[in-house]
């Protein structure tokens, strides 16, 4: 059962923590000519840079490589890099490659003896 006191200091912190938040719903919508409600207009959502080639990374054991096709109409210049296993193992790069558009490259390169982590870097082109 709840005391009248402890309904009033609930009802009263409710009110103060709605007041801080402020507006949290909009108004009501204006009514449109013919009666029915009026909606918002959807915001335009801004172009991004335009994506890169679509890379696939493969690592069996020390080798790896990169299968790169560009969809895109620009060119993008990509480059596979490795970080190999063992410290005495120099990581290798690739030479960047520029892929045209709806072009495919594929990309080799590999460790002495196992590759820890290969990725692929891309520059628009």
């Given amino acids: 059962m709840i005391c009248a006191?402890?309904?009033r200091r609930?009802?009263?912190?409710?009110l103060t923590a709605a007041a801080l938040a402020?507006?949290?719903?909009p108004g009501p919508l204006a009514a449109h000519p013919r009666g029915a409600s009026a909606r918002p207009a959807p915001r335009p959502v801004p172009p991004?840079?335009?994506p890169g080639a679509e890379c696939h990374t493969?690592?069996?054991?020390?080798?790896?490589?990169?299968d790169c096709f560009n969809g895109n109409a620009t060119p993008d210049r990509v480059q596979l890099h490795?970080?190999?296993a063992r410290w005495w193992d120099p990581a290798m790069?690739?030479?960047?490659?520029?892929?045209?558009?709806?072009?495919?490259?594929?990309l080799a390169q590999r460790c002495w003896l196992t590759v820890r982590e290969a990725w692929v870097s891309h520059t628009p082109g």
């Fill in 5 to 7: 006191s402890g309904l």
């Fill in 10 to 14: 609930t009802t009263a912190l409710l």
């Fill in 22 to 25: 402020g507006p949290s719903a």
């Fill in 48 to 50: 991004g840079p335009p």
């Fill in 58 to 66: 493969l690592v069996r054991g020390s080798h790896a490589t990169a």
């Fill in 82 to 84: 490795l970080r190999c």
């Fill in 93 to 106: 790069d690739t030479a960047p490659v520029t892929v045209g558009p709806t072009r495919h490259v594929t």
